[in-house]
């Protein structure tokens, strides 16, 4: 390390660069992913985006504006006097699919609201129900978290973090109890930037609250509010490893490890649109079979990658979605 770049770290704490914060600065947002919950349902109309998010006008307004200049959505008009649009996915837009599925999965199992409405997916594909899961492209086999493994890529560097004023996690931000929404606690544990961030940290093995603080750079306060909502919502296990001052390191739970497809697919989508020209800045590998991981969502039933257009839904109870 060089003389300059200490004396830069000690003047403005730096993070190291990542697809997944990247992403998580544009779609990293609550009311951002619940809108475009909305759309994937198949709710275009404005009107329609906020029977289903149940948020507020302006808030919808702001949200849909920001997607739009970030390329994820573009407005199409169905009349002119007065003028209304459809708000309609572009590529982009549609890469995101797969992060989607994988929020579903992790609501699905992990969501402790028994009476929430979840979708019944069929894949076109092969003809039956399916639960698409993340899949090695070499071997087919599920990708979980402890078969992987990561090395700086050509595109690591450092980079000031921009933290923006964030509403409290707790607020739906004017969603009333009865809109039937699918991503609810998916929503709300992608929509708070800081703890996919201290996520990240952790699934890269740092799991002391200074290691944690260095590699985040977020304001230590707001860090251990975040890592207290984490053990309270069930995502991380804290373990004691010094008694005079008390000191824990944080642990993954089965909960916070079966949300790792979603930074997986995050992580994708950021390296395809906010990869540094470099490249990559963290290179995955499938220990499996040896290979590089580029991860896919895949049928659970013919392990085809799954895509928008070959995907057909019913909304149906949670536990009826659970035994299939």
């Known amino acids: 390390m060089t003389a300059s770049k200490t004396v830069q770290e000690k003047a403005r704490p730096m993070i190291r660069t990542c697809s997944i914060w990247r992403a998580l600065e544009v779609v990293g947002d609550t009311p951002t992913l619940l809108i475009l919950e909305a759309i994937w349902l198949g709710q275009r109309r404005f009107d329609r985006i906020r029977q289903n998010s149940g948020l507020q006008k302006a808030l919808i307004s702001n949200r849909l504006k920001r997607l739009?200049?970030?390329?994820?959505?573009?407005?199409?008009?169905?009349?002119?006097s007065p003028p209304r649009y459809n708000y309609v996915l572009t590529g982009k837009g549609q890469a995101l699919y797969w992060t989607s599925l994988m929020l579903l999965r992790w609501e699905r199992r992990w969501a402790s609201q028994e009476n929430s409405l979840m979708p019944l997916l069929r894949h076109s594909g092969c003809g039956k129900i399916t639960s698409p899961e993340p899949m090695c492209p070499h071997c087919k086999e599920i990708v979980r978290p402890q078969d992987v493994t990561w090395e700086e890529g050509p595109g690591v560097g450092w980079m000031a973090p921009i933290y923006s004023r964030r509403r409290q996690r707790r607020d739906t931000d004017g969603k009333t109890l009865d809109t039937p929404a699918i991503f609810t606690e998916a929503a709300e544990l992608m929509g708070d930037r800081w703890a996919g961030l201290i996520l990240r940290s952790i699934f890269t093995h740092l799991r002391k609250f200074d290691e944690i603080l260095?590699?985040?750079?977020?304001?230590?306060?707001?860090?251990?509010?975040?890592?207290?909502?984490?053990?309270?919502?069930?995502?991380?296990?804290?373990?004691?490893?010094?008694d005079h001052p008390e000191r824990f390191e944080y642990f993954l739970t089965e909960k916070g490890l079966d949300y790792y497809p979603v930074l997986v697919m995050l992580q994708k989508w950021g390296d395809a649109y906010y990869a540094s020209p470099e490249g990559p800045p963290v290179l995955l590998r499938h220990k499996n079979c040896g290979k590089p991981l580029d991860a896919y969502v895949g049928c659970s039933e013919c392990k085809e990658p799954v895509y928008p257009q070959e995907m057909t839904y019913e909304l149906v109870p949670k536990k009826q979605a659970d035994k299939k």
């Open 68 to 80: 739009t200049e970030s390329g994820i959505l573009i407005k199409e008009a169905y009349t002119t």
């Open 214 to 242: 260095k590699d985040t750079a977020i304001a230590s306060n707001i860090l251990s509010d975040r890592l207290n909502w984490l053990v309270e919502t069930g995502i991380l296990e804290p373990r004691k490893y010094q």
